[in-house]
């Protein structure tokens, strides 16, 4: 069975703090559980079998109509039984971008 079944969704929310920042909150979930690890000695395994949260927070500021900044941070747990495990973490993420218009 190569099917790749899944249940994937995300959740976003945002709120107006100034008029030049908004605060987003997103949660985003992805699940596939369709991997036969057993059958590796025999034959090649196909599908997958992963499971992903992400929650994260964030801060979008225009500092004028050409730049926009955003700030981001959260936690992500991703577990890959695919992979055999060898893949899996867990942890904080952040990053900051700057997107300028020409």
Known sequence: ????????GSLLAGAVLT????L???YTYYRTDNYNPQMASVTMPYGAGAEENLV?????HKFNDRCLGE???GYIDAK???TGGNTNFRGPM???SLTFAL
Not at 56 to 60: C, D, F, I, L
């Open 1 to 8: 069975n190569s099917n790749n079944n899944y249940v994937s």
């Open 19 to 22: 008029k030049t920042d908004d």
């Open 24 to 26: 987003l909150v997103q």
């Open 56 to 60: 994260t927070v964030g801060v979008k």
């Open 71 to 73: 700030a981001k941070v």
């Open 80 to 82: 890959n039984d695919t």
């Open 94 to 96: 952040g990053y900051i």
